[in-house]
């Protein structure tokens, strides 16, 4: 069993930065999909990014040329660079990697 633990995230200004990591111990898998999800209040948990075991990555239209996903094989940890936040980014922000993290909030505020 994979053991995720989120962390980086925190409240921003609209149109700062924020990353976040996703530390990963136990038994990770070694292929398949990781991704980055979202859930705001009152919303289902959606996607926002993903990459695969070969490279591949996908984003949501709403998060595409401000988000980055990327990984580090050596630290097993899976990273998401979020760059000009809106509010509408607000959510409890989930690493999936074989399983669940906890979660960690991002609040986009002025």
């Known amino acids: 069993q994979v053991q995720l633990v989120e962390s980086g995230g925190g409240l921003v200004q609209p149109g700062g930065s924020l990353r976040l990591s996703c530390a990963a111990s136990g038994s990770i898998p070694s292929i398949g999909f990781m991704g980055w999800y979202r859930q705001a209040p009152g919303n289902q948990r959606e996607l926002v990014a993903s990459?695969?075991?070969?490279?591949?990555?996908h984003y949501a239209d709403s998060v595409k040329g401000r988000f980055t996903i990327s990984r580090d094989n050596a630290k097993n940890t899976l990273y998401l660079e979020m760059n000009s936040l809106k509010p509408e980014d607000t959510a409890v922000y989930y690493c999936y990697w074989g399983g669940w993290g906890q979660g960690t909030q991002v609040t986009v505020s002025s």
């Open positions: 990459v695969t075991s070969a490279g591949s990555t």
